[in-house]
C-alpha cells in the first residue's frame, strides 16, 4: 500500500500563487508517474499536469505556462506550483500515484479557493 498525504491548499486572491505538495510513502517514489487532478463542484475530475518518473511533464491546456510540476525523489514529494491563479482554479486538488506492479493510488485532496 502507498499513502500520499497532500498539503498547501488555501485561500488565494486572483493572480496569486500557491504550491502544493504530495508526499508518498513508500521509498520507490522515484518509479512513480505523478499525476495531480482536481475536481470543482458540479464538475468531473479533471488531469492538471502529470510528472513521470523519467520528469517528463504534461500540462492541462487551461494551466499550461501557470502551473508548474516537480518531483523530490529523495523526499519522496512532487510539487506543483500554481502562479496566476483565476476564480475557475477553485477546485479539490488530488494527487495520485502510478506505481507499475503495484497500481493506482489517490490521496485525500486538498481545496484550492481562489477568490477576493
Known amino acids: 500500500q502507498v499513502q500520499l498525504e497532500e498539503s498547501g491548499g488555501g485561500l488565494v486572491q486572483p493572480g496569486g500563487s500557491l504550491r502544493l505538495s504530495c508526499a508518498a510513502s513508500?521509498?520507490?517514489?522515484?518509479?512513480?508517474?505523478m499525476t495531480w487532478y482536481r475536481q470543482a463542484p458540479g464538475k468531473e475530475r479533471e488531469l492538471v499536469a502529470r510528472?513521470?518518473?523519467?520528469?517528463?511533464?504534461t500540462y492541462a491546456d487551461s494551466v499550461k505556462g501557470r502551473f508548474t510540476v516537480s518531483r523530490d525523489n529523495a523526499k519522496n514529494t512532487v510539487y506543483p506550483h500554481m502562479d496566476s491563479l483565476k476564480p475557475e482554479d477553485t477546485a479539490v486538488y488530488y494527487c495520485?500515484?502510478?506505481?507499475?506492479?503495484?497500481?493506482?493510488?489517490w490521496g485525500q485532496g486538498t481545496q484550492v479557493t481562489v477568490s477576493s
Open positions: 495520485n500515484a502510478f506505481y507499475t506492479g503495484l497500481g493506482v493510488f
Open positions: 513508500r521509498s520507490i517514489f522515484s518509479t512513480a508517474a
Open positions: 510528472i513521470t518518473s523519467g520528469g517528463s511533464t
